[in-house]
């Protein structure tokens, strides 16, 4: 049996600023707009970032509640970036906007480079550089992950 994670479905308070906020902070492309002929007239969106549509997409439904999670809940979206560098823009678009909940910070490996900001449903999103995922993973492909079988 072969299994893959295909999506993450994130049910939100206001649909087109989350729309919104993950095209600009995550360059990610709305690649289906479904307006059901239905009396509620819900729209729902899927997101994905260039060139892996038929790998991994973000689902947005309207109606949701705001998450609006507590400081010391790390759930979070992880987006991997290019550079450190790409890491302090964000901090600071996230900044000036006030959406700036962990400002950047160096950890050991395998965490690397991050931060993260909050988008307007109060879910946490990290930005990162040098973790073994994403960009940059290619210079920690040396470093085996430790996995320990049970």
Known sequence: MSI????IALHVQ???????FYQRYAGLKLIRDRRPNGPDGKRIVWLAESGNEQDFIIVILPGGPARNQQDN???HLG?????????DDIAAK?????ILAWPCK???YPVGYYCGIKDPDGNFVEFSYGQPLGPGAEKHASVEFDIKSP
């Not at 893959?4 to 999506?7: A, I």
């Open 4 to 7: 893959s994670l295909t999506h």
């Open 79 to 87: 987006f991997a970036l290019q550079s450190k560098q790409d890491v």
């Open 94 to 98: 996230a900044q000036s906007e006030n």
């Open 14 to 20: 206001d649909l087109e600023a989350c729309l919104d």
């Open 73 to 75: 809940d790390f759930s």
């Open 106 to 108: 160096q950890e050991p």
